[in-house]
C-alpha cells in the first residue's frame, strides 16, 4: 500500500467556522508534511512532522494547527481562515528524513468563503 | 542558492515528439532531484528521481539527464502520449533535510 489517504476532499468553510483536515498513511513512513498549493504555484511547505514531533513551522499563521496523534496519522485543524487560505492542501510522508520516496496524498481542495 | 530553476514554464508537443524540460539549482549540497507528475485536482507523483553519482535514469519513457559540473537536471518523455498532458515540477533536496525546494513548474500539453 503506497498511499496517502486525505479527507475530506473538498471542504468548504466560513471564516467563523473550526474544521480539520486528516491525513493518514499505512506505510510505516515517520516523516509526514503539511503542503498547501495554489492554482498553477508549487506546493509550498508549512510543516513538517518527524516521528511524531513538530519538527519544522514554516511561519505558518496560528489559525493552522497541526496535530500528528499517532505515526499514521496526521491532522490540520483551520479556524478563522480568510479567503486567502483558499487552496489545496496536501499531506506527504516519507520513509524517515529526508526526502527520498516521499508519497503525496490527493488533497483537500479548501474554500473559504 | 536555494532555488531551482525551471523552463519552460509551459511546452506543447505534438504526439510522439519528445518534450524536454529543464533544471537549474546554484545549492552543490543538494543530492536528490525528484520529478514529479501533477494532474488537475490531483496531488503530486513522484515519477523519477536521481542522485548527484549517475549522469541519466531512465524507468520507462522518461529519462533524467543530470550535469553535475553544470548544476542543473532535465526531463525527457520519449513517445509522448496525450495521458502525458500534466504539470511537472523538478525539485531538490539535500541529505537529511526535510524541505524540498520545488521548481516553478512546466504544464506540459501533448496534442493528438
Known amino acids: 500500500d503506497t498511499e496517502v489517504t486525505q479527507t475530506p476532499k473538498h471542504l468548504v468553510m466560513g471564516m467563523t467556522n473550526k474544521k480539520s483536515l486528516k491525513c493518514e498513511q499505512h506505510m510505516g513512513h515517520r516523516a509526514m508534511y503539511w503542503y498547501k498549493q495554489k492554482a498553477k504555484k508549487p506546493p509550498e511547505l508549512m510543516f513538517v512532522?518527524?516521528?511524531?514531533?513538530?519538527?519544522i513551522n514554516e511561519s505558518v499563521p496560528s489559525r493552522f494547527s497541526p496535530e500528528c496523534p499517532n505515526s499514521s496519522l496526521l491532522n490540520l485543524h483551520l479556524h478563522a481562515l480568510q479567503p486567502e487560505d483558499s487552496a489545496l492542501y496536501l499531506c506527504?510522508?516519507?520513509?524517515?528524513?529526508?526526502?527520498?520516496?516521499?508519497?503525496f496524498g490527493q488533497g483537500t481542495r479548501l474554500t473559504v468563503v | 542558492q536555494q532555488q531551482v530553476k525551471q523552463s519552460p514554464q509551459s511546452l506543447i508537443v505534438q504526439k510522439g515528439g519528445i518534450p524536454i524540460i529543464n533544471c537549474a539549482y546554484e545549492n552543490t549540497a543538494f543530492d536528490y532531484f525528484p520529478w514529479y507528475q501533477q494532474f488537475p485536482g490531483k496531488g503530486p507523483a513522484l515519477l523519477i528521481a536521481i542522485r548527484p553519482d549517475v549522469s541519466e535514469k531512465k524507468e520507462g519513457r522518461f529519462t533524467i539527464s543530470f550535469n553535475k559540473s553544470a548544476k542543473q537536471f532535465s526531463l525527457h518523455i520519449m513517445d509522448s502520449q496525450p495521458g502525458d498532458s500534466a504539470t511537472y515540477f523538478c525539485a531538490a533536496s539535500k541529505k537529511g533535510a526535510q524541505k524540498l525546494v520545488f521548481g516553478q513548474g512546466t504544464r506540459l500539453t501533448i496534442n493528438p
Open positions: 512532522y518527524s516521528y511524531e514531533k513538530l519538527s
Open positions: 506527504a510522508s516519507s520513509q524517515g528524513v529526508g526526502w527520498s520516496e516521499a508519497f
